[in-house]
């Protein structure tokens, strides 16, 4: 809706102007240029359009106009809490004979088009008090460094409105510098081990170019020591490198090696000391190493007033957070520190953290990481660098022969960079940034970033803060990634009007109320809008209770409850509500052609009360059956009304005209008894209890001559029938054709089912006896196999009886000498 840029043409032009704020007028002011605006510039020279455009301020041309969107107002407070712009007057009879006091709640340009003075309107304002706010400071010293100004700010604020301050920031000239330089000593990082212990003096040069205070520490880190990320032979976790390899150290995960320290020669000496050592897999610990030296913050001596920097220099990737199941190790990463005689002892028995994890401590320890990797894994750490604010990727050679010039180059792009954001917001509230400098990136409105930042130049960041409800008091934070300098945001919200109202009771009130904002607040046993009604001894609640409908809102928020009684408000465009409980206005009818009731009815509490030749819910139809006109010239079949010249018809049946109705029940069975009874009857006046006149007229024929679908069912005698019926005009009224014939079932043959049922119960006993005498059989052959057996296997004694006498005798004689 405004002016933008392109295509103009001086003279008597139509252009483009770019949509701005148009901040130099006040805020019941709205002024916007309509997007193709013919403007005339044929006597304004350049200069003159230039003074015109400063005039209307540094951001530019259009303010959108103030609207309040207001919902249930019945009080001041309401008022404020509805929206920014919603202001309150509380003048006197401001408001007229049957209006509502939310008429006190607009835009305050509306209000005083009303007649309200200006003095009389209440609109609470943003309140800013900046609490501390220390210049920047130009260079380092012994103090404490000024890098961001202010330092603290409390803003008082109305809910919905946005409040703007700026922030400014420069970088303290030789402001100290913390670099942590950790080293992967996996076995591929031999040559690179060797280059480092030559270039710690280049190194410590490097950093003496940024500045006078720096101090420089080392770690390294492998592996946890378990499969299967190391071998665990005892002799391999003694030596895990090559059989020819004469210098290794034993397996570790993360050793600390030297705490922070401006000494050049301690430095080289303790990089000098370290050997390379190995592991199995390619991916390495770095994440744990990086974790330690974060929050080890005592054990690796980061200063309180440095810019602190992580050099992380490999060449594989990283374990991350769940990769430690492989191994059985599922205790998740602590965040804390677990260092003991410069090791970290948790190596083996917690997860490695993750990404989230570790750049969440990084931010809180305004450590920024340098990922100085090889060629082979750039594009993994380029990926970490998005989820890792204020970090950065240089690329190594082969043998890390270039990783001084990579720092050197790495801290040159982290500090022309500055990002200032938040930390966590109270809830409500919302922060947006713009950068105010020549190279800002708007990547996101939730931080302000500026590129391209030299030394000494000072910046700023347009900041605004905006509570969206009520909130009691809150704070958050704002500072530039990888800064220590801060600044605190206390937040409150202003939800009260400050009225001044003069205490007791007041005239206006008829001596029976005080007034609060402009509103009567009646004494006990007064009501009414002036407090002119008494309730005496009844019940205030039941007196309002009258005054509400179902239970619902008091006079349904149109009226005032008046001694029982409903006075009900006009309305926003004159006319009044009416009703028992001023439920019924004139102006909300249905619109056609945006005319209420087409033009042709009038609105009576929400219906069209239509003229006579129109109809319709918003008498948008001439009353006319032409189009609802059947074949037989009926209407609609009878089945349904004509409305606006087309059939409206009753349940289940169809446009256009109603005569089908596809979802209902099958007429077939719905006439099913009163087409029985007409078979079978030689009178229709039979049958008319069942069929309830809904036959109009009925013929038993030899062949049906309907064109209608036929119908076979069975009726009250058990016989098929076969009727057809056509539905005449109406619902319930229809023609039908019989079929003289009926098929009827023959009896059944009661001899022949007695003379089978007896046939099979012979049968099935047969069988069961046989079927008992086979089971008999088989039990007693099984019986007398089984005494074969045990006779075969008894065994008789081979004892004389005593009572044998063996028949045969002999003598011998006495005197026989056997010669």
Not at 237 to 246: A, R
Not at 363 to 386: C, D, G, R, S, W
Not at 483 to 509: A, F, P, W, Y
Request: aromatic fraction near 6%; charge should be negative.
């Amino acid at each position: 809706m405004c002016v933008g840029e392109g295509d103009g043409v001086w003279g008597e032009a139509q252009f483009s102007i770019l949509s701005y704020p148009l901040t130099s007028l006040s805020d019941s002011t709205s002024i916007c240029l309509h997007q193709k605006s013919t403007i005339l510039l044929a006597s304004m020279d350049w200069c003159k359009l230039s003074l015109l455009l400063l005039m209307l301020g540094k951001h530019g041309l259009c303010l959108q106009e103030e609207v309040c969107s207001k919902s249930v107002i019945t009080s001041c407070k309401d008022c404020i809490t509805s929206g920014p712009f919603c202001s309150w007057c509380k003048q006197l009879n401001f408001t007229k004979a049957g209006e509502q006091e939310a008429v006190r709640c607009d835009s305050r340009a509306k209000l005083i088009a009303r007649g309200c003075e200006r003095e009389q309107i209440i609109s609470p304002q943003n309140k800013e008090d900046i609490k501390q706010k220390d210049p920047l400071s130009q260079s380092f010293d012994s103090k404490e460094p000024v890098q961001m100004t202010p330092q603290k700010i409390n803003l008082i604020l109305r809910p919905g409105l946005p409040h703007k301050f700026n922030v400014s920031f420069k970088r303290a000239e030789g402001y100290p510098v913390d670099l942590y330089y950790l080293m992967d000593l996996s076995y591929s990082m031999k040559d690179d081990l060797a280059n480092v212990k030559k270039l710690g003096g280049n190194l410590f040069d490097a950093l003496n170019k940024i500045t006078k205070h720096a101090k420089i520490g080392f770690g390294a880190f492998v592996d946890k020591t378990v499969l299967p990320y190391t071998n665990t032979n005892e002799e391999k976790l003694k030596k895990p490198c090559d059989e020819n390899e004469s210098q290794c150290q034993a397996a570790f995960g993360y050793r600390h090696v030297l705490s922070m320290t401006p000494s050049r020669e301690t430095f080289t000496q303790k990089v000098t000391e370290q050997f390379i050592s190995g592991n199995l897999d390619s991916p390495e610990g770095s994440l744990d190493a990086m974790m330690q030296a974060a929050v080890c913050e005592d054990k690796i001596g980061w200063r309180n007033n440095s810019t602190r920097l992580i050099v992380l220099a490999t060449d594989a990737g990283f374990h991350m957070a769940g990769d430690g199941k492989l191994a059985g190790i599922l205790e998740p990463n602590d965040e804390l520190c677990h260092m003991k005689d410069n090791l970290y002892v948790k190596s083996n028995e917690m997860d490695y953290p993750s990404v989230g994890q570790l750049a969440m401590q990084l931010e809180q320890n305004n450590i920024q990481p340098i990922f100085a990797v090889t060629e082979n894994v750039k594009n993994v750490y380029m990926e970490l660098t998005k989820m890792i604010p204020k970090s950065v990727v240089g690329v190594l050679s082969s043998d890390s022969n270039n990783v001084v010039q990579l720092i050197e180059n790495a801290y040159k792009n982290l500090t022309s960079k500055v990002t200032v954001t938040h930390d966590i917001l109270p809830d409500n509230v919302r922060v947006e940034y713009l950068a105010l400098c020549d190279h800002r990136i708007n990547d996101s409105p939730n931080k302000g970033v500026c590129d391209q930042v030299q030394a000494e130049q000072e910046i700023s960041f347009e900041v605004t803060v905006t509570a969206d409800t009520c909130m009691m008091e809150k704070s958050f934070t704002i500072s530039p990634l990888g800064i220590k300098d801060k600044l605190t945001v206390t937040i409150s919200t202003n939800c009260e009007c400050q009225c001044n109202d003069i205490e007791g009771n007041n005239r206006h009130c008829n001596n029976t109320g005080s007034i609060t904002c402009g509103i009567c607040s009646c004494n006990q046993g007064f009501v009414g809008q002036f407090c002119n009604c008494s309730v005496g001894n009844k019940d205030e609640g039941s007196i309002r209770a009258s005054c509400r409908r179902q239970n619902g809102t008091e006079c349904e928020g149109r009226g005032d409850c008046v001694c029982g009684r409903c006075q009900c408000h006009t309305t926003e465009q004159g006319s009044s509500y009416h009703g028992d409980y001023c439920e019924c206005d004139d102006e909300h009818c249905e619109k056609y052609e945006n005319k209420l009731c087409a033009g042709h009815g009038k609105c009576n509490c929400g219906k069209c009360q239509c003229e006579k030749d129109y109809q319709g819910t918003a008498c948008e139809c001439k009353i006319s059956e032409d189009g609802c006109r059947t074949p037989d010239n009926s209407v609609c079949y009878g089945r349904g009304n004509c409305i606006c010249n087309h059939c409206v018809c009753k349940g289940g049946y169809q446009r256009p005209y109603c005569k089908e109705c596809s979802g209902c029940t099958s007429v077939c069975l719905t006439k099913l008894s009163c087409i029985s009874c007409l078979g079978l009857s030689q009178s229709k006046e039979n049958c008319n209890n069942v069929c309830n006149n809904s036959i109009s007229k009925y013929e038993k024929v030899e062949k049906f001559n309907l064109q209608s679908k036929e119908c076979h069912q069975k009726d009250s005698e058990g016989c098929w029938i076969k009727f057809k019926l056509e539905q005449l005009t109406g619902e319930d009224n229809y023609s039908a054709e019989i079929l003289k014939k009926r098929e009827c079932p023959e009896p059944p043959n009661v001899i022949a089912i007695i003379g089978g049922t007896l046939a099979a119960v012979a049968v099935i006993g047969i069988l069961l006896l046989m079927l008992v005498k086979l089971l008999i059989h088989m039990k007693d052959l099984k019986e007398f196999k089984k005494f074969e057996n045990e006779k075969k296997k008894s065994k008789w004694a081979n004892a004389d009886n005593p009572l044998f006498k063996n028949p045969t005798t002999t003598v011998a004689n006495p005197l026989f000498t056997g010669e």
